[in-house]
């Protein structure tokens, strides 16, 4: 009951009394004042109970109005909490489903990207080798199972293998082809360690190529021949598809680890492949901070309009950049550093003086222009404990070499 209610009926019942105490005496005057008073009294004694049994029974309806508004709320709300948890457990059951899927596509894709590639390869040989495959290599039934596994397939620890010395072009051409073809180019990685602590905080990834007899043929003698033969693209790629599904086992495990992957120019200039690996990279863009891609100096002081375009997308996604390969120290540090470039890897010889090293710049001063723009130095190459207290006066932040571990067979309980 409102407010103006509640004073209408009091007003009401209040001139009631008032005319029962003046006009009683007057219409009887044979009755005293005071008998007039007492009446008045009454009547508005009868007023004011009425008013409370009114005031009662509307507060209980309002009351009754609001319960069961309440319960019909409650009702609503049970009904509602049902539906979404039935909507919940429909979305859980989507997302395993996509996650499921995604994890499928996305091998899919990647072997579908890397056959892509091994056909332009082939196609563009022609057969010319000699030694080549007559088509182009299916990576389906077994081939794409191993696909399905690149690169982390948590291979036993294995002595390593011996290295073929005596192939000529025409035999590593071969090895490299019948690789390509059965899938055998295999990942390596070496460790990168903090100095002076040596903890382990990266890993370079190598390819190495199977020679068929047990031995290996390192990049150092199949680079060449490849680049010249039109295979290091895929070479390369293969390398950092293993890469990614190495850094993507261990960041749905919950490890972490850094991974430096090499590009080389001939990559780069690929551009129609170079599109589509940055595509792939996009959908990976969660392992961004994991992996490092490594350019060397020469191709990257090119200045090539359409490489800086793309390695500002791969910056835009997360990913950060090394240079290795430094034979010029009179590089712009704050432009590399604006570029994405987070570190600076310089063969340990070249920072060591005689006898030991051939130092061309004062180490020192390498290290400070390094600093400045916020670029760490790794030194590569470090094979001994002279050349190692030789760089500690300089105040590397990393070091890499057999020092500190030579190169394995990649697995994931590294």
């Known amino acids: ?40 009294a009454v009547v508005l004694l009868v007023g004011l109970m009425l008013h409370q049994m009114l005031a009662t029974r509307s507060a209980l309806r309002l009351a009754e109005a609001d319960r069961t508004e309440v319960a019909r709320a409650l009702r609503d709300q049970s009904r509602e909490l049902l539906r979404l948890r039935d909507e919940a457990d429909a979305i859980r059951e989507s997302m395993r489903d996509r996650q499921q899927d995604n994890g499928v596509s996305t091998v899919v894709a990647e072997v579908k990207l890397l056959q892509t590639l091994i056909e332009r390869l082939y196609s563009s040989r022609g057969g010319a080798a000699g030694e080549g495959l007559a088509e182009p290599p299916a990576l389906d039934g077994a081939a794409s199972t191993n696909a399905s596994a690149m690169g982390v397939s948590a291979p036993a620890p294995r002595a390593p293998a011996p290295v073929r010395r005596d192939f000529d072009e025409r035999k590593i051409l071969a090895s490299v082809e019948n690789a390509l073809r059965d899938n055998r180019v295999e990942l390596w990685v070496q460790p990168v360690v903090s100095l002076p602590q040596r903890k382990r905080r990266f890993f370079e990834c190598y390819t190495r ?18 680049e010249r033969s039109g295979m290091i693209t895929a070479i390369d790629n293969i390398l950092l598809f293993r890469c990614i599904q190495i850094v993507r086992k261990l960041y749905d495990r919950n490890m972490s680890a850094g991974f430096f992957c090499n590009i080389s120019p001939r990559s780069l200039q690929d551009r129609e492949f170079f599109k589509q690996f940055i595509a792939l990279l996009a959908e990976h863009s969660a392992i961004a901070s994991s992996i490092v891609f490594e350019f060397p100096q020469a191709a990257i002081e090119r200045h090539d309009p359409e490489l800086e375009r793309d390695l500002e997308k791969l910056a835009a996604l997360g990913f950060r950049f090394s240079v290795d390969q430094v034979t010029d120290f009179e590089f712009d540090a704050i432009e590399l550093a604006r570029r994405n470039f987070r570190y600076v890897k310089v063969d340990a010889n070249r920072l060591i003086p005689p006898p030991l090293g051939v130092a061309e710049q004062d180490p020192e001063m390498v290290k400070r222009k390094l600093d400045v723009a916020g670029i760490d130095l790794i030194v590569e190459k470090v094979e001994t404990d002279a050349m190692l207290v030789e760089l500690l006066d300089i105040g590397i932040d990393y070091g890499q070499g057999y020092l500190f571990g030579e190169p394995r067979l990649s697995r994931l309980d590294f």
């Open 209 to 226: 190529i199977p020679a068929g007899d047990g031995a290996m043929v390192l990049p150092e003698q199949y680079v060449g021949v490849a």
């Open 1 to 40: 009951m409102s407010l103006i209610r509640h004073l209408s009926f009091f007003l009401l019942y209040a001139a009631a009394a008032v005319a029962a105490a003046y006009a009683l005496p007057q219409s009887a005057p044979e009755l005293l004042l005071s008998p007039g008073l007492l009446w008045g």
